[in-house]
């Protein structure tokens, strides 16, 4: 639950402190994975959070996120109380379009330039601050650890487009399986510059930290993920194309980074870019929305299916260089 931290004139006596015993099977594995997997109701993130604070002890030790466990080693955990590592949020009215809610999660269309949760650099003003002045008593009493109430995946700030939150506990443990198992679509609409040569197209390429540049990701040979992108071309016209992308895989900044590794990078990537662009034109933000979102309804398990209509700075772009509307860009039903 997300709570103020207590004041001067409240008494709160610290959580009990959990020791974990590392089993066989934990052998050679991250610290903070092997946590990960022992409480999945926590972010991995959060996590590393609180092994950097020392919360965390390895063998009556302070150790780091990515040591290699032993069998037998001894693990000891003191917990945050919440509100304690991070401010409280506090609800702010951020508009966003809700494209489906039911008592169980939120589809909402989330505009670009938006940042989806706090971060260091955004403490303020973010989806989760909208989310909790669309409804509090949902969101401000969800599990959270890392001011990320309800949230499974995310956007880039810069990417608009179809984005569910779990608004249960028992909703969010389900979508997240289903993202870990592969079974949500996500579909996403990109202008790229250049044009290409076929109508159809895979990219295949591990995906890591950029060796020269912390900040960005790369596709690279060693020490990267695995990731895969379908493309279709819907249009192309004035040196741009216009696709339809699927990601088979969910990395950070994937499509950005696998079409910029093409060298069709997304038309007003400034991060991923480089030199290409199109004279005359200067897009707002980069060019990529997410269309369609598909996945098992986490109470029935039913398939539903969200379209998020293209925006009109995606659509005035669109105008500017001459790609055509195809027909079957227009929203369908946004549920099945």
């Not at 004279?279 to 986490?298: K, V, Y």
Request: glycine share 8%; charged share 25%.
């Amino acid at each position: 639950m997300i709570q103020n931290p207590p004041t001067s004139s409240e008494s709160a006596s610290p959580p009990p402190t959990e020791i974990a015993v590392a089993p066989a099977t934990a052998e050679g594995e991250r610290l903070d994975k092997f946590l990960s997997r022992l409480h999945p109701e926590k972010s991995r993130a959060f996590i590393q959070k609180c092994i950097a604070e020392q919360r965390v002890r390895l063998d009556g030790q302070s150790t780091a996120a990515a040591l290699r466990l032993r069998p037998g080693a001894s693990i000891e955990i003191d917990w945050p109380a919440p509100g304690t590592l991070e401010p409280s949020l506090r609800p702010e009215a951020i508009p966003f379009e809700i494209l489906f809610e039911d008592q169980d999660l939120i589809v909402l269309d989330k505009p670009p330039g938006l940042v989806v949760h706090p971060n260091r650099n955004d403490r303020q003003g973010t989806l989760v601050h909208g989310l909790l002045h669309h409804d509090q008593e949902v969101f401000g009493d969800l599990p959270d650890q890392d001011l990320r109430p309800g949230i499974v995946h995310r956007l880039d700030k810069e990417t608009s487009g179809a984005l569910v939150v779990a608004k249960t506990a028992e909703a969010w443990t389900r979508l997240k399986a289903s993202f870990k198992q592969r079974k949500v679509e996500k579909t996403y609409l990109a202008i790229v510059v250049g044009e290409f040569g076929a109508t159809v197209g895979r990219v295949e390429g591990m995906i890591g930290r950029h060796p020269r540049n912390r900040k960005k990701m790369a596709v690279v040979q060693d020490n990267g993920k695995p990731a895969a992108t379908r493309y279709r071309v819907l249009a192309a016209a004035s040196g741009a194309t216009l696709l339809e992308v699927d990601i088979e895989t969910g990395r950070t900044h994937q499509i950005r980074v696998h079409f910029s590794h093409l060298r069709h990078p997304v038309l007003g990537d400034r991060v991923y870019g480089g030199r290409p662009s199109i004279e005359g034109i200067d897009p707002p933000r980069q060019m990529l929305h997410a269309w369609r979102l598909s996945f098992p309804h986490p109470r029935t398990g039913a398939l539903r299916e969200y379209t998020a209509p293209i925006p009109a700075d995606f659509r005035e772009i669109m105008r500017q260089l001459g790609l055509v509307n195809s027909e079957h860009l227009a929203a369908p039903e946004t549920e099945r």
